[in-house]
């Protein structure tokens, strides 16, 4: 068994997961936010949400992964979050990149790819990279569909607004 089967063997759970940072990421979107939203899972439980709020908090670095990874070690009290498993909506950028890896996540879902500043497996990929001593797992494109469609519908409302 690989190290992504071994976190989570059921694909249904994946889904399940993911739609639940999609919930979060329609509450960015809502919000005026890019919709972006993350869950951190440890043993079957949410224990960090986040969605994207830099407009809101006018903060460059709120992004849905790292609010997520905030609130987990929070929960836990702890920042090393090594058992866990981060489902968000879209491919993480640099900055969030080196969170997961420096927070020591076990495993990445991702929705969406991002050609342009993916680095977890698109234009680069720092997740899993050795060289930084990363161990973290990455699965990109579950409910890839429906995470690349709220961002889609997002960006075409705010260049064609009504």
């Not at 981060?86 to 640099?94: D, F, R, S």
Request: glycine share 8%.
């Amino acid at each position: 068994m690989n190290q992504v089967e071994d976190v989570f063997p059921s694909r249904k759970n994946h889904s399940a997961w993911m739609n639940e940072a999609l919930r979060l990421a329609g509450k960015a979107y809502r919000e005026g936010e890019i919709p972006v939203g993350a869950v951190i899972v440890q043993k079957n439980k949410i224990i960090g949400r986040g969605y994207n709020q830099r407009e809101r908090l006018k903060d460059p670095t709120a992004h849905a992964e790292i609010l997520a990874i905030t609130a987990a070690a929070g929960t836990l009290e702890d920042w090393r979050l090594t058992d866990c498993t981060l489902y968000v909506t879209k491919e993480p950028c640099p900055m969030c990149a080196g969170a997961i890896i420096n927070s020591r996540m076990r495993l990445l879902v991702f929705g969406a790819y991002d050609e342009e500043k993916g680095c977890c497996g698109s234009l680069y990929q720092l997740c899993g990279d050795r060289r930084l001593d990363s161990k973290t797992a990455v699965k990109g494109g579950v409910e890839e569909e429906k995470c690349t469609a709220i961002l889609q519908e997002f960006f075409q409302t705010k260049r064609n607004p009504k």
